[in-house]
């Protein structure tokens, strides 16, 4: 996602990249072509909100949204049929239980 050197705000733009699902993909689209604006503005306005809750709830509460946005990548990254051999890690490397 690549942005002017300011956003609309009149604040300097940064550049991120970031992967979001096809499907969460083609909702952005579609919403910014609906409402006529960039998908850059959509995703600055969704952070802006997100930050703007994490502010009112606090440390604990934004760390358990990040927990819950993260847990679906890392349940595929660890439950996968490639690392199903360290389930066994104790039998695979000799560690006795207890």
Same mark, same amino acid.
């Given at each position: 996602?690549?942005?002017? %050197?300011?956003? %609309? ?6 550049t991120?990249?970031f992967?979001?699902? %096809?499907? %969460?993909?083609l ?11 960039? &998908?850059s503005?959509?995703?600055?306005k ?18 358990? *949204?990040?927990?819950?946005?993260? &847990?679906a ?5 660890? *439950?996968?049929?490639? *690392?199903?051999?360290? *389930? ?11």
């Amino acid at each position: 996602m690549s942005q002017a %050197s300011t956003l %609309s705000s009149g604040f300097p733009a940064a550049t991120r990249e970031f992967t979001l699902t %096809s499907g %969460s993909a083609l909702r952005l689209a579609r919403l910014a072509k609906t409402r006529q604006v960039s &998908e850059s503005e959509i995703v600055e306005k969704a952070l802006n909100i997100f930050f703007s809750l994490a502010d009112f709830g606090g440390e604990e509460i934004e760390r358990q *949204d990040w927990y819950r946005l993260s &847990e679906a990548s890392l349940l595929r990254l660890w *439950d996968n049929e490639q *690392d199903v051999v360290y *389930d066994n890690w104790r039998e695979l490397y000799g560690v006795s239980e207890g």
